[in-house]
């Protein structure tokens, strides 16, 4: 699929976690581009020029309401929940008797098909969808500069925490995710396979804390931890199985597994993606939040 493939304005788009990260940017981008949209969300919360709809992963008497007029899905797994299959492919299939043909899962670029976490899930989709794409995207840019650990470690104590070491990342801005998951959803044929969404360049997190640093005239710093350090830390705010998946990608990182970049969102949305320093300049100074 390029930039090129026509896309189709008709079909109704359930988008999960509508008011998240990714799901209130998809959500948005689909509206803005004319589609029809039901936002979902626990609260069902209103979303400008989406029809807002109660859905809880957990309360399967969300489900039918929410499906309902959709044939297209965008998939936001349930937020710390380290094994997500049995969670969600209840949902999946009755949205697959209720004539959804066409499925959009977040997944990460860390996970690979019938890997842990939301990797089952990933696995499943072909055989449940007729068309299908999942989203790999690296760790978020917005990680920086919104309501992750990593932006309240800034804002309060001007330093940022892990046990990635030196190792790069080619962190990805949640505005290009959106754009990828909107032609994925839309476009005439779904992509059919998994892709690898990064930014521009690969960077180190003593990159990210010198570009935050110039960015907004504050000192921030890089300091690492033991992977169990890491670990220790966000198991006081997050179930212990997830700190410790979390905590293994860090080590991961440290050993180079995300140093790389790909082309996805050139390709699919025919622009390049946006830097990290782009991100922070539009996120930061519009907004002071550092």
């Given at each position: 699929m390029t930039a090129t493939a026509t896309s189709t304005a008709t079909g109704t788009t359930l988008v999960i976690g509508a008011t998240g990260t990714t799901g209130g940017r998809t959500a948005a981008q689909l509206v803005a581009a004319g589609h029809r949209v039901k936002a979902a969300g626990r609260r069902a919360t209103p979303v400008t020029g989406a029809e807002p709809v109660r859905f809880d992963w957990y309360d399967p008497s969300t489900f039918g309401d929410a499906l309902a007029g959709a044939d297209r899905i965008y998939l936001v797994p349930p937020v710390g929940e380290p094994d997500p299959a049995p969670v969600m492919l209840p949902f999946l299939q009755q949205a697959r008797t209720a004539d959804v043909r066409r499925a959009v899962l977040l997944s990460a670029s860390a996970i690979a098909e019938g890997g842990p976490a939301v990797g089952q899930v990933h696995r499943a989709l072909p055989d449940l969808f007729d068309q299908w794409a999942v989203l790999r995207p690296s760790w978020f840019?917005?990680?920086?500069?919104?309501?992750?650990?990593?932006?309240?470690?800034?804002?309060?104590?001007?330093?940022?925490?892990?046990?990635?070491?030196?190792?790069?990342?080619g962190f990805v801005d949640a505005d290009d995710i959106a754009a990828v998951a909107v032609r994925?959803?839309?476009?005439?044929?779904?992509?059919?396979?998994?892709?690898?969404?990064?930014?521009?360049?690969?960077?180190?997190?003593?990159?990210?804390?010198?570009?935050?640093?110039?960015?907004?005239?504050?000192?921030?710093?890089?300091?690492?931890?033991?992977?169990?350090?890491?670990?220790?830390?966000?198991?006081?705010?997050?179930?212990?199985?997830?700190?410790?998946?979390?905590?293994?990608?860090?080590?991961?990182?440290?050993?180079?597994?995300?140093?790389?970049?790909?082309?996805?969102?050139?390709?699919?949305?025919?622009?390049?993606?946006?830097s990290f320093r782009a991100v922070a300049e539009r996120e930061l100074l519009r907004t002071p939040r550092l």
């Amino acid at each position: 699929m390029t930039a090129t493939a026509t896309s189709t304005a008709t079909g109704t788009t359930l988008v999960i976690g509508a008011t998240g990260t990714t799901g209130g940017r998809t959500a948005a981008q689909l509206v803005a581009a004319g589609h029809r949209v039901k936002a979902a969300g626990r609260r069902a919360t209103p979303v400008t020029g989406a029809e807002p709809v109660r859905f809880d992963w957990y309360d399967p008497s969300t489900f039918g309401d929410a499906l309902a007029g959709a044939d297209r899905i965008y998939l936001v797994p349930p937020v710390g929940e380290p094994d997500p299959a049995p969670v969600m492919l209840p949902f999946l299939q009755q949205a697959r008797t209720a004539d959804v043909r066409r499925a959009v899962l977040l997944s990460a670029s860390a996970i690979a098909e019938g890997g842990p976490a939301v990797g089952q899930v990933h696995r499943a989709l072909p055989d449940l969808f007729d068309q299908w794409a999942v989203l790999r995207p690296s760790w978020f840019m917005q990680n920086f500069t919104g309501a992750h650990t990593h932006a309240r470690s800034i804002r309060d104590d001007g330093v940022i925490l892990t046990a990635t070491g030196t190792g790069r990342v080619g962190f990805v801005d949640a505005d290009d995710i959106a754009a990828v998951a909107v032609r994925a959803l839309t476009d005439d044929r779904a992509p059919g396979t998994d892709l690898v969404l990064t930014g521009p360049e690969a960077l180190s997190h003593d990159d990210i804390a010198t570009i935050l640093t110039e960015v907004t005239g504050r000192p921030v710093a890089h300091r690492s931890l033991t992977r169990e350090q890491l670990c220790d830390r966000l198991a006081a705010q997050i179930p212990p199985a997830f700190a410790a998946m979390l905590a293994d990608m860090d080590r991961a990182i440290a050993a180079g597994a995300e140093d790389r970049t790909t082309d996805t969102v050139q390709r699919l949305t025919g622009r390049p993606p946006n830097s990290f320093r782009a991100v922070a300049e539009r996120e930061l100074l519009r907004t002071p939040r550092l």
